[in-house]
């Protein structure tokens, strides 16, 4: 796992590519362009008879470079590596995010207007330690202003948006996140395969519940 | 088409397919009339694909309410261009648009109804009496369950009013799971007795079908033909007999009469391809579309002779609709924390259950002042380790209450909850009152032209009574399970000021022809056949009289059976 980790994800490399793509636009853009939670338009669904052997991601993901280079590193704020599994980052976790956020289904519309106005709150952040976008801050930083948000959720004080801000991306990275190979091997999921019969938990499980 | 059928039946699935499987054995021409496209499990289903192989994770959309992979075909909750509408405490409509209808996306249990559950007035001075009793069905039941193939408790081991298949017929159940060992337990302790839940899977080979591999959701379907649906068990053995005539994309909107009035002569449908109605003729019409849909047609049906609808002399189609009634505890068990990883999945329902244990004198002392009672069970598929974890059903569970959580600390939780938090349930009766009908909305149509259902919906004192209980029951059996409660689905459902989850939603809703004795309060009489047209008969749920706590689909097939037996009796006595 730790030789895995070394390595560039194709993830990381994305990453910085969409660095220097942002970069060498940053003196076109006005404050934050596109990052605008309606501007989206209605993209297809995948209907109501699917070729379940086949599937088709039938919208076309839409956040822009800033968004994604922000989720990057929230992404692996809120699932960093350790010596069980890698990072969200490094299972392209942010990708599944775009996904999800750019769906033209109402529960993912809802979650993109929350996370798109989520990062823009965080930009703000960063403006006033004269860094242009959240991502553009150094990783400390970017911790210490992910952190604070966490601990008004976690009191009860943050804004009604806030608070959504964060239960939704949580959220979307866990499920992204642990329905991986590797996310499923970090908790312990161990089915999912054909069997001659069933017959029950091992005895050491019985034991330990008492049954 | 040429117009040589005996039979038309409407509708694919539970009561369609088992009365087509029915008269095709017995040599009938018969006509399968099904809205949907034709769809088979044994090619189409998707069975190992995990949730990371779909859009979103596999989580349910507006499109495909239960998750990608459910096996439903152009159906759910909603579909577009085909509304209804809802009245009072509210409904929601599941449906379905292929050839086996809803016995794809079906959760395969199969309790059989009990005596008291047939004659809840002659029992309990409560209620209604159907015209058939346990005995009468009985043997139905045999029939259904050996073509059907399930697998139960031992019969020996069947609580009062809770009878089970007889070991010849059913098989032998799979182990229970380390959460539903620890729930027999703790109903142990609260004196209630569990057994295997019967349930349409096989656990040996039967009829070329093959038994279970213990994985994969059945409500995807099943290729191996393990988990039973009309398409498989019904449709298929129907088609080699030769003697069935399948007519997909076809929409029944009316039943034909000749001038009496009396005598069905066909049914007038709606071509989805070409759009345009068409009229179809035999000696006998069935309809099966499921129990909303046959009040929904009958009502459609106005002539002269019947200006109230079809067969509603008595003023009863439409009426007297019941549902299931359901609770829920999220609970969170600490024994189950950071348990060695081990395979839970199973078959993807519950492997045991207590059924409802009350009765009489003791049902009085326990307070329980409602009709009918509810089962208990743990929740299958997503919780616990039970089945391939997935966003909602499983992590949404995991981070209820986690508040601010992220980190390395969100890590060690994932680790240590995985398996620790489930859903424990009630499916229970509901109380049969004329407060549940459906109408037809003459100002709307749907996308064919044909005018859509409304439900008046409103929960009874009774069922509140009921669904206290239930709740009072969960949180006593979660204490002795050794969970704390992490979310309550009464509380919720009361915050939001309803009394029980919406109408509908437990996907058992029946009635609105009920059978019965007598012409003049019911719709169908003991063999299904309506009252008022000699050669048209209802076989599917439209026809229960009331609703006990078992899940109704094993009944609604004995009861097609049953009406199926009758007609190949008339035919043959040209009678009709």
Redesign the interface.
Same mark, same amino acid.
């Given at each position: 796992m730790s030789e895995n980790q070394e390595k560039l994800s194709p993830n990381r490399r994305r990453v910085l590519q969409l660095m220097a793509v942002a970069g060498a636009s940053a003196a076109y853009l006005n404050n934050y362009p596109n990052s605008g939670a309606k501007a989206q338009t209605r993209q297809k669904?995948?209907?109501?008879?699917?070729d379940?052997?086949n599937?088709?991601?039938?919208w076309d993901k839409t956040l822009n470079n800033n968004q994604l280079l922000n989720l990057t590193v929230i992404g692996d704020?809120?699932?960093?590596t350790?010596d069980?599994?890698p990072s969200a980052s490094h299972l392209n976790i942010t990708d599944?995010v775009d996904?999800?956020v750019s769906?033209p289904?109402?529960?993912?519309e809802k979650d993109r207007e929350a996370i798109v106005s989520g990062l823009d709150r965080l930009n703000i952040q960063a403006n006033r330690q004269d860094a242009r976008f959240f991502h553009n801050l150094n990783a400390d930083q970017q911790a210490a202003i992910?952190d604070t948000l966490?601990?008004?959720?976690?009191?009860?004080s943050a804004s009604a948006d806030d608070d959504f801000f964060?239960?939704r991306l949580?959220?979307?990275y866990?499920?992204?996140f642990?329905?991986?190979?590797e996310g499923?091997a970090?908790?312990?999921?161990?089915?999912?395969?054909?069997?001659?019969?069933?017959?029950?938990?091992?005895e050491?499980?019985?034991k330990?519940?008492?049954? | 088409m040429a117009d040589e059928f005996d039979v038309i039946i409407v509708g694919s699935g539970a009561g369609g397919g088992m009365m087509v499987h029915t008269l095709t054995a017995a040599g009938i021409n018969v006509l399968l009339m099904e809205a949907g496209?034709r769809y088979d499990p044994e090619t189409?289903?998707?069975m190992?694909?995990?949730?990371?192989? %779909? &859009?979103?994770?596999g989580?349910g959309?507006?499109? @495909?309410n239960d998750g990608?992979?459910d096996?439903?075909?152009?159906?759910?909750f909603e579909?577009?261009g085909q509304p209804y509408s809802s009245e009072g405490d509210g409904f929601k409509w599941w449906r379905a648009r292929q050839l086996g209808g809803r016995t794809h996306h079906f959760g395969r249990q199969v309790p059989r109804y009990g005596p008291e559950d047939f004659k809840a007035l002659t029992y309990t001075g409560k209620q209604y009496d159907w015209p058939v009793s346990y005995e009468d069905m009985e043997p139905y039941y045999d029939r259904v369950e050996t073509i059907m193939g399930l697998y139960g408790p031992d019969a020996d081991d069947a609580v009062y009013n809770s009878p089970q298949s007889p070991n010849h017929i059913r098989q032998k159940p799979? %182990? &229970?799971?380390?959460t539903e060992?620890?729930f027999? @337990?703790a109903c142990e302790k609260m004196g209630i007795k569990t057994m295997a839940h019967p349930t349409a899977v096989l656990t040996s080979p039967l009829n070329g079908r093959q038994a279970c591999?213990?994985?994969?959701n059945c409500i995807?379907g099943c290729t191996i033909g393990a988990a039973f649906d009309s398409v498989t068990a019904y449709i298929k053995p129907a088609e080699e007999t030769g003697n069935l005539t399948i007519l997909p994309n076809s929409i029944a909107y009316q039943v034909l009469t000749d001038d009496s009035g009396k005598k069905a002569t066909g049914v007038r449908y709606i071509d989805k391809e070409s759009k345009e109605q068409r009229e179809i003729t035999a000696r006998v019409v069935v309809l099966a579309p499921s129990a909303m849909e046959s009040s929904r047609i009958l009502l459609n049906s106005k002539s002269d002779k019947a200006p109230r609808g079809l067969a509603n002399s008595s003023g009863n189609v439409g009426k007297y609709l019941s549902d299931t009634t359901g609770s829920f505890l999220l609970i969170q068990i600490p024994?189950?924390e950071n348990?060695?990883?081990?395979?839970?999945?199973?078959?993807s329902q519950p492997?045991l259950y207590a059924p409802w244990w009350l009765h009489g004198e003791e049902k009085k002392k326990a307070g329980a002042n409602f009709v009918g009672g509810y089962k208990l069970e743990v929740d299958p598929y997503g919780g616990a380790?039970h089945?391939?974890?997935?966003?909602?059903a499983?992590?949404?569970q995991m981070?209820t209450g986690q508040?601010?959580?992220?980190?390395?600390k969100?890590?060690d939780h994932?680790?240590q909850f995985?398996?620790s938090v489930m859903g424990i349930r009630c499916l229970g009766s509901m109380t049969v009152t004329e407060n549940n009908y459906l109408t037809v909305d003459e100002d709307v149509k749907d996308k064919w032209g044909v005018p859509v259902p409304k439900f008046h919906w409103h929960w009874s004192d009774d069922d509140f009574r009921r669904a206290q209980h239930m709740n009072e029951s969960l949180h006593e059996l979660a204490k002795n399970m050794g969970g704390r409660v992490l979310r309550d689905g009464f509380d919720a459902s009361r915050k939001a000021r309803k009394l029980i989850s919406m109408g509908g939603t437990t996907n058992h809703e029946v009635g609105g022809c009920r059978m019965g004795d007598d012409p003049k309060t019911s719709v169908l009489n003991k063999h299904c056949q309506t009252w008022d047209v000699d050669n048209l008969y209802v076989a599917d749920g439209a026809g229960f009289v009331t609703h006990s706590e078992k899940n109704p689909t094993l009944t609604i097939m004995a009861l097609s059976m049953r009406a199926a037996d009758n007609i190949i009796e008339r035919l043959k006595n040209n009678e009709i």
């Amino acid at each position: 796992m730790s030789e895995n980790q070394e390595k560039l994800s194709p993830n990381r490399r994305r990453v910085l590519q969409l660095m220097a793509v942002a970069g060498a636009s940053a003196a076109y853009l006005n404050n934050y362009p596109n990052s605008g939670a309606k501007a989206q338009t209605r993209q297809k669904g995948y209907g109501q008879d699917v070729d379940v052997n086949n599937p088709v991601v039938t919208w076309d993901k839409t956040l822009n470079n800033n968004q994604l280079l922000n989720l990057t590193v929230i992404g692996d704020l809120i699932i960093p590596t350790d010596d069980k599994s890698p990072s969200a980052s490094h299972l392209n976790i942010t990708d599944f995010v775009d996904e999800w956020v750019s769906a033209p289904y109402p529960e993912q519309e809802k979650d993109r207007e929350a996370i798109v106005s989520g990062l823009d709150r965080l930009n703000i952040q960063a403006n006033r330690q004269d860094a242009r976008f959240f991502h553009n801050l150094n990783a400390d930083q970017q911790a210490a202003i992910f952190d604070t948000l966490a601990k008004s959720v976690e009191a009860g004080s943050a804004s009604a948006d806030d608070d959504f801000f964060f239960e939704r991306l949580v959220y979307i990275y866990v499920g992204g996140f642990y329905t991986t190979d590797e996310g499923m091997a970090d908790i312990g999921y161990v089915g999912n395969v054909p069997m001659e019969s069933f017959d029950g938990p091992p005895e050491e499980v019985r034991k330990l519940l008492g049954v | 088409m040429a117009d040589e059928f005996d039979v038309i039946i409407v509708g694919s699935g539970a009561g369609g397919g088992m009365m087509v499987h029915t008269l095709t054995a017995a040599g009938i021409n018969v006509l399968l009339m099904e809205a949907g496209r034709r769809y088979d499990p044994e090619t189409e289903a998707a069975m190992f694909q995990l949730p990371n192989e %779909a &859009p979103l994770r596999g989580e349910g959309t507006p499109d @495909k309410n239960d998750g990608y992979f459910d096996a439903t075909v152009d159906g759910g909750f909603e579909i577009p261009g085909q509304p209804y509408s809802s009245e009072g405490d509210g409904f929601k409509w599941w449906r379905a648009r292929q050839l086996g209808g809803r016995t794809h996306h079906f959760g395969r249990q199969v309790p059989r109804y009990g005596p008291e559950d047939f004659k809840a007035l002659t029992y309990t001075g409560k209620q209604y009496d159907w015209p058939v009793s346990y005995e009468d069905m009985e043997p139905y039941y045999d029939r259904v369950e050996t073509i059907m193939g399930l697998y139960g408790p031992d019969a020996d081991d069947a609580v009062y009013n809770s009878p089970q298949s007889p070991n010849h017929i059913r098989q032998k159940p799979p %182990a &229970p799971r380390a959460t539903e060992m620890v729930f027999a @337990k703790a109903c142990e302790k609260m004196g209630i007795k569990t057994m295997a839940h019967p349930t349409a899977v096989l656990t040996s080979p039967l009829n070329g079908r093959q038994a279970c591999f213990y994985a994969t959701n059945c409500i995807r379907g099943c290729t191996i033909g393990a988990a039973f649906d009309s398409v498989t068990a019904y449709i298929k053995p129907a088609e080699e007999t030769g003697n069935l005539t399948i007519l997909p994309n076809s929409i029944a909107y009316q039943v034909l009469t000749d001038d009496s009035g009396k005598k069905a002569t066909g049914v007038r449908y709606i071509d989805k391809e070409s759009k345009e109605q068409r009229e179809i003729t035999a000696r006998v019409v069935v309809l099966a579309p499921s129990a909303m849909e046959s009040s929904r047609i009958l009502l459609n049906s106005k002539s002269d002779k019947a200006p109230r609808g079809l067969a509603n002399s008595s003023g009863n189609v439409g009426k007297y609709l019941s549902d299931t009634t359901g609770s829920f505890l999220l609970i969170q068990i600490p024994a189950f924390e950071n348990l060695p990883p081990h395979n839970e999945d199973g078959v993807s329902q519950p492997h045991l259950y207590a059924p409802w244990w009350l009765h009489g004198e003791e049902k009085k002392k326990a307070g329980a002042n409602f009709v009918g009672g509810y089962k208990l069970e743990v929740d299958p598929y997503g919780g616990a380790r039970h089945g391939p974890p997935s966003m909602r059903a499983t992590f949404a569970q995991m981070l209820t209450g986690q508040k601010g959580l992220y980190g390395k600390k969100l890590k060690d939780h994932m680790r240590q909850f995985y398996g620790s938090v489930m859903g424990i349930r009630c499916l229970g009766s509901m109380t049969v009152t004329e407060n549940n009908y459906l109408t037809v909305d003459e100002d709307v149509k749907d996308k064919w032209g044909v005018p859509v259902p409304k439900f008046h919906w409103h929960w009874s004192d009774d069922d509140f009574r009921r669904a206290q209980h239930m709740n009072e029951s969960l949180h006593e059996l979660a204490k002795n399970m050794g969970g704390r409660v992490l979310r309550d689905g009464f509380d919720a459902s009361r915050k939001a000021r309803k009394l029980i989850s919406m109408g509908g939603t437990t996907n058992h809703e029946v009635g609105g022809c009920r059978m019965g004795d007598d012409p003049k309060t019911s719709v169908l009489n003991k063999h299904c056949q309506t009252w008022d047209v000699d050669n048209l008969y209802v076989a599917d749920g439209a026809g229960f009289v009331t609703h006990s706590e078992k899940n109704p689909t094993l009944t609604i097939m004995a009861l097609s059976m049953r009406a199926a037996d009758n007609i190949i009796e008339r035919l043959k006595n040209n009678e009709i």
